[in-house]
């Protein structure tokens, strides 16, 4: 979004705010500078991390992301934390699952705990030919930080790290606040054994507050309180129309082929204005704050002449919508094809689903929408997918207050509280398990920092302020209690 606060649109709430010290125990100034006098080693550490390619898919090096966990357990140790340790649950199929670090210090008596997630196994870096510079060598231009996991979500463990120290520096033995540290290693892999770790070290896990840093900012310089998370679920379409491949010249005409048929398919997903025509959707057209279209057109890197999708506000659609997206297809490529009619094709659907929404519903919703339209009789197979429930913040809770004060403190702005697009599908299980905890959801990146793309980039003036914020929001807890 746009670089200046100054400049952004009156929609958007930025006016500059006071950064006082108004909390009680909470010394902004000294915080501030101990953030300050860290922060090129915060950085430091960062691109050491970086260059550790640790990937929770199966077809990646396991040793990678085990290099990975320990060198995060190495970095929690540095900070003055000594209960550190790596930790796995089985998967459904018995192998084990990603190697997650949990770190503990008590509370003193009388004071709360605080969790802080975040992940350090990261996404493939994709075609090297797209990047500027190699993925997993950190380079630093123009005030980014360039690097697969620089910013989604490695910056977040720097960030809790680079908290703690600070204010661990700052108040010495007065900080009493109980920390938990989870740093998972199987997020950008869906998460296959979260609710199974959950259960298991529960008891290790219990919190009064939840900071899962794993979200974004509303523009550089612009911090924001991710209030709402969509909802998802995806699963697969298959279409058949003949029991084997036949010759395209001699079958041709009376027979459509699979491709074409899944298209024909695909296309009534979508209504003539690009919205989902798929019926029994919850969809809501109100929010808060707006996205300037060219601002969104130049965020979203949509080429000249391409209509935008849907109706209502554009943060109605990125926030309380539900999106559709193909996210794959098995068809014969281009360079394998051959003059045949295909009979089966298949595609992968991805639908983003507003708060409010229930995932069963909305995963039979789709499944009587593709049996009535199903094309020229074709067979057409669903099969369901993964799951995950939206969330809504409680944003007049005491700690969503607490965090709105810290980030207008640490940038100088206004926040905004905004929703998110995307969805972080193990919220509803920290919810389910975690009732009596309030759950914040922080992040350093920006809309250019290009997660799970080429290029992948931190802001490092805006991962700055988040250290700082998250110093302030301990010490703020920590006064509390």
Known sequence: MNEDPETTDSNIPTEAVAATASRPGVDVDALRGSVKRDFRATVAKLVDLVGIPGIAWDAFDPAELDRSAAAVAALIRSSGLEDVRVLRVPKADGTAGGPAVVARRPPLPGKATILLYAHHDVQPP??????????????????????????????????????????????GDDFGLGVTLFIEGEEEAGSPTFRTFLETYQDELRADVIVVADSGNWAVGVPSLTTSLRGLVDGTIEVRVLEH???SGMFGGPVLDAPTLLSRLIATLHDDDGSVAIAGLVAVDHTDVDYPEETFRADASVLKGVRLAGTGSLTSRLWTKPALSIIGMDVPSVAL????????????????????QDTGEAMESVRRHLDQHAPFGAQVTFTPGEQGQAFAADTEGSAARDALWVLGTSWGVRPVQSGMGGSIPFIPD????????????TGVEDPDSRAHSANESLHLGDFEHAILAEALLLATLNGES
Not at 337 to 356: E, I, Q, V
């Open 126 to 171: 994709g075609e090297a030919a797209l990047w500027d510079s190699p993925p997993f060598t950190a380079v630093e231009r123009d005030g980014r930080l360039f690097g697969r996991g620089s910013a989604d979500d490695k910056a977040g463990i720097l960030a809790h790290i680079g908290a703690l120290r600070a204010v661990s520096e700052v108040l």
């Open 245 to 247: 491949a036949v010759h």
């Open 337 to 356: 094809s051959s003059n045949t009619l295909l009979p089966w094709a298949r595609a992968k659907f991805s639908l983003r689903l507003a708060p409010g």
């Open 430 to 441: 920290l919810q389910e398990l975690f009732p009596a905890a309030q759950i914040l959801i």
